[in-house]
């Protein structure tokens, strides 16, 4: 009963937070303004949702560690909880900075790395993972990267999914009382009692940031979330619990995780920054699909159910159940995701594939643009050089190259044997050309004319390695001359 009392306690205390942060995110103008591309607001709201959460949990915790001292059944709070409230600061003002002023994606990676390995030091460490059907792998070696990764995987998840009104606070929401459920099985009462401190102050957000909102998370508090989550995850009393705690929030957050991986994935094949923004992500494509902010919303929620609830299995089987589940699930989810465009199959193969024809090509041109380079240098006429380029551009791939002497009606030619007749057939072709000045010391030599015929070829190298080449031929050209006159 004490429980229940402390949380409705801080479920009405949060409230009152929550409106008054509120009040003051948009009399200092902390607020979010509307995009109309991807943000689905209309008009200016604030971003303090993580100083109502982190205020809030802080004044009801506080309130137990003087107050009701017994409900935590011990004399001294342990050290990791007062290294898991530095870090919550630093990470709250790092969010709070990015609201206000964007700073750049690898600044607040830098950030997050720091924290991470500040609490890596106190402790929070992943060094045993327990995996179904293989059993407790050792990640002793790699420990510090590994708990680098999970403390900026969950922070940026959660980050990333905070795209509609309430998102990314009830997913927190779900993967909290999850972990509630498992600190309340271990018996761990100071963790119990900060879970459902946290869970109360989150609902009574909630209640402010489903849609319509009239407050956000912002980056300071998405942030705040995800490191809550992957913080406590590491608080255990024993190694074999941690191992297990780290898989309950990770299927209890699978929606984010699921959405981030793809968003990965798709950003890659396309070619563009994994940090720019897009209108792919789940919620975006639901929307898109006729549906009100609240049908998506509740939707996504309905989905987060399935995975806490798989978690929660995880806790009580501890075998191999919860993930035939997981695994159906994520089957389920990557065929919605391939039938509605959220992941491109074939634009992922295809980025494979042409990545290994480029690196392959690319380096069999690099051997030969080497050799060609130390060939140079006991050249005596212009022809000769001409011969050593030669493999360079077959290496290339190329077509056809023309090198015209700026002041003198002379060429240099070399082409493939089949240029003249070419590739017949009704497929599309592309065919490209490239001229390329070369000169040194304000002297122009001539000019190379490059050609290639491809079907959707990638050349992402080429023009770096011909730079290379037109540079070396300059600087010979320009010896040969001086040596013959």
């Known amino acids: 009963m004490p429980y229940l009392y402390l949380t409705l306690f801080t479920f009405l205390g949060s409230l009152i937070i929550t409106l008054i942060c509120r009040y003051f995110g948009h009399k200092w103008k902390i607020v979010d303004q509307p995009d109309n591309y991807r943000k689905v607001h209309k008009k200016p709201i604030p971003l303090v949702g993580g100083y109502s959460i982190f205020i809030s949990s802080l004044l009801s915790f506080l309130f137990v560690l003087f107050f009701q001292k017994d409900l935590i059944k011990s004399e001294v709070i342990d050290p990791q909880m007062w290294a898991l409230l530095v870090g919550a ?10 609201d ?7 600044h607040k990676a830098l950030m997050q790395a720091f924290v991470a390995s500040l609490l890596y030091i106190m402790g929070f460490a992943i060094n045993k993972v327990s995996i179904p059907y293989i059993g407790t792998v050792d990640f002793t070696m790699i420990s510090y990267p590994m708990t680098l990764f999970w403390f900026m995987g969950c922070m940026n998840v959660i980050n990333l999914l905070d795209g509609l009104d309430g998102l990314a606070g009830g997913v927190s929401l779900f993967a909290i009382i999850t972990l509630t459920v498992n600190s309340a099985n271990s018996g761990n009462t100071t963790l119990l009692i900060l879970n459902l401190i946290v869970s109360a102050t989150l609902l009574a957000f909630l209640v402010f940031n489903f849609n319509p909102a009239s407050i956000f998370l912002g980056d300071a508090g998405s942030m705040l979330l995800g490191y809550y989550i992957a913080t406590i995850s590491l608080i255990s009393s024993t190694k074999a619990e941690t191992a297990l705690t780290l898989a309950i929030p990770f299927i209890a957050i699978g929606l984010p995780v699921f959405d981030t991986i793809v968003a990965f994935l798709r950003r890659w094949s396309r070619r563009v920054p994994i940090s720019s923004a897009d209108r792919k992500h789940i919620h975006h494509v639901l929307l898109s699909s006729g549906l009100s902010t609240k049908s998506v919303v509740l939707i996504l929620y309905a989905i987060c159910i399935v995975f806490s609830s798989v978690s929660y299995l995880l806790i009580l089987k501890r075998d191999g159940t919860a993930m035939i589940f997981l695994s159906i699930i994520l089957f389920v989810a990557f065929l919605y995701a391939k039938r509605y465009g959220i992941i491109n199959t074939e634009q992922i193969i295809k980025r494979i594939k042409e990545d290994r024809f480029e690196n392959k090509r690319s380096s069999l041109a690099q051997v030969e643009l080497e050799k060609a380079l130390h060939q140079f240098e006991k050249a005596i006429s212009h022809e000769e050089i001409w011969e050593y380029a030669i493999p360079v551009f077959e ?5 056809k ?3 015209e002497f700026e002041d003198q009606d ?4 070399w ?3 089949n240029w003249e007749t070419g590739p017949i057939t009704n497929e599309i072709i592309d065919k490209w050309s490239l001229f390329l000045k070369v000169f040194k010391d304000h002297i122009v030599y001539g000019k190379i004319e490059v050609w290639k015929v491809s079907q959707g070829t990638p050349v992402r190298d080429i023009f770096m390695q011909l730079n290379t080449l037109r540079e070396a031929i300059a600087i010979h050209f320009e010896r040969i001359e001086k040596e013959q006159g």
Do not use: S
């Open 89 to 98: 600061i630093i990470i709250l003002l790092t969010g709070g900075y990015d």
């Open 100 to 106: 206000l002023h964007d700073i750049k994606p690898r």
């Open 395 to 399: 290496a290339m791939q190329l077509d």
């Open 401 to 403: 190259t023309i090198f």
């Open 410 to 413: 002379k060429q240099l030619i």
């Open 415 to 417: 082409k493939k044997d």
